[in-house]
């Protein structure tokens, strides 16, 4: 599966933002799809998945603040981010796994370009 990221920009603190992501082929819906991220100089982060059959995880650091959906008809998974914070600037990439541990990077075999996020102060 092939996926490309998109709807990152600058913005202010307590804003919102939603990516996408969006596959293509029709095996799309067989795929866990996490959300990743990357700052400066810092390691590749989990931040939120969502699985198959439509459970979700999310890291402790977005919780009550970040939403991911799947429209399997449209091949996309969204992100919605809302109360914004300078400490989520980074590039977000989304990630496809057939792997039970979908949050973890190494066993996600698919990625997205990323699309960077930065929320200034």
């Known amino acids: 599966v092939q996926l490309q990221a998109s709807g990152g920009g600058l913005v202010h603190t307590g804003d919102s933002l939603r990516l996408s992501c969006v596959g293509s082929?029709?095996?799309?819906?067989?795929?866990?799809i996490s959300w990743f991220r990357q700052a400066p100089g810092k390691e590749r982060e989990f931040v939120v998945a969502i699985n198959r059959s439509g459970g979700t995880r999310y890291a402790d650091s977005v919780k009550g603040r970040f939403t991911i959906s799947r429209d399997n008809a449209k091949s996309t998974v969204y992100l919605q981010m809302n109360s914004l914070k300078p400490e989520d600037t980074a590039v977000y990439y989304c990630?496809?796994?057939?792997?039970?541990?979908?949050?973890?990077?190494?066993?996600?075999?698919?990625w997205g370009q990323g699309t960077e996020v930065t929320v200034s102060s």
């Open positions: 990630a496809a796994s057939s792997s039970v541990q979908y949050w973890r990077p190494t066993d996600n075999g698919y």
């Open positions: 082929g029709r095996t799309f819906r067989n795929y866990h």
